[in-house]
């Protein structure tokens, strides 16, 4: 029974992160494009600061893969 | 591997994920673990010896080849070492022009170290998983876990080393009273300052807790998933074969996300230090 709860609380992990990763980086990305289109002079350094922003959007839905997966494999064996 | 154990799937994953830790276990004295539940008997002061012994190395090995380079350079006939050495500095030296407005000679060395250390220290991430534990297995060490950034001691060292010059700077630049005026009197009117020191407090200490768990996440998560693609290696011919292809594929991905995170470590840290040096 507990090992049901955990295995449901690993995939809630995985998929609102994953959820809340997508929705970031999609907004993101959606902007970046539009400065492209704005100013195509401007994508070296566009890129370089979208995927500065990328990284930090992405850095909690990744503690939550890391924690779910680690709940998933490692705590519901033993 | 353990050879008492039957090896099972999760026993395998939770063998990879334990740290060689060092400490005064209560019943079997000063030592090291032999076991997840010995290790965490083992209290906050037991040591993880395979992160300190491989941060230490790579620091080292960091400070003599930059020393090396130092030593040997020559503005006639610049070697391809010199040049790529070269290449380094100058993208550490632009990052922190653009980046930090005040003057502090201390900056852009903090930036390189914290630049290429967790580079190297993330790298050893690309190393197979089994490799390096089987060789120390071999000499009797029962755990080695080769990344020390996988383990949220040693990005929690260098996050709270990067905090607690945040506050030095803070309140040498802009004295006691003055650090903990921006505190306490922003952003609503100074008599709300319970609320200010609230909101500022959160906003002050997420800094350094970012930092570390953003690095250990992604680290965490990349490893974990290396551990699990070996797993693969188990189940016969077409499964080693699709598990090594996985394993390269994974590998390319995770060079990525290896100099992504080493770089936005290094940027936030000059952001975090330019902060405290802004007067307002």
Redesign the interface.
């Known amino acids: 029974m507990e090992n049901a709860l955990l295995y449901i609380a690993g995939g809630l992990m995985l998929g609102i992160g994953a959820a809340g990763a997508a929705v970031g980086i999609g907004i993101l990305a959606a902007r970046f494009i539009e400065g492209i289109a704005r100013q195509p002079e401007m994508l070296g350094m566009l890129r370089t600061q979208f995927f500065i922003m990328m990284g930090l959007v992405d850095a909690l839905p990744i503690i939550a893969i890391a924690i779910g997966l680690y709940v998933l494999f490692a705590v519901v064996g033993g | 591997m353990a050879a008492e154990e039957q090896l099972?799937?999760?026993?395998y994953?939770?063998h990879h994920?334990q740290n060689l830790t060092f400490g005064m276990h209560p019943e079997h004295g000063l030592g090291i673990a032999h076991g997840?539940q010995e290790a965490k008997d083992m209290g906050f002061w037991a040591i993880h010896l395979d992160t300190m012994f491989w941060s230490i190395f790579l620091g080292g090995l960091f400070l003599w080849v930059f020393r090396k380079a130092a030593r040997t350079v020559s503005s006639d006939v610049p070697s391809g070492f010199q040049n790529f050495i070269e290449v380094v500095i100058e993208f550490i030296d632009n990052n922190c022009r653009e980046t930090f407005t005040s003057k502090n000679n201390l900056v852009a060395p903090i930036a390189l170290t914290l630049f290429v250390w967790i580079l190297l220290q993330n790298v050893m991430d690309l190393v197979p998983v089994d490799w390096i534990p089987s060789l120390a297995g071999l000499i009797g060490i029962p755990y080695m876990k080769v990344v020390p950034t996988t383990d949220p001691n040693a990005t929690f060292g260098m996050s709270l080393s990067v905090f607690a010059l945040m506050i030095y700077y803070s309140i040498k630049v802009k004295g006691a009273g003055g650090f903990f005026g921006e505190l306490a009197f922003q952003p609503f009117p100074k008599w709300m300052f319970p609320v200010n020191l609230f909101l500022e407090g959160i906003s002050l200490i997420s800094k350094p807790v970012?930092l570390s768990?953003?690095l250990?996440?992604?680290l965490?998560?990349g490893e974990?998933?290396f551990i699990?693609i070996a797993l693969m290696y188990s189940g016969g011919f077409f499964f080693g074969v699709f598990g090594g292809a996985l394993q390269w594929a994974w590998a390319m991905f995770h060079l990525l996300i290896v100099l992504?995170?080493a770089?936005?470590f290094m940027?936030l840290t000059i952001v975090y230090l330019d902060m405290a040096h802004q007067h307002h």
């Open positions: 099972t799937s999760t026993g994953i939770q994920l997840a970012s768990l953003r250990f996440g992604n965490y998560a974990m998933i699990l992504l995170q770089f936005i940027i």
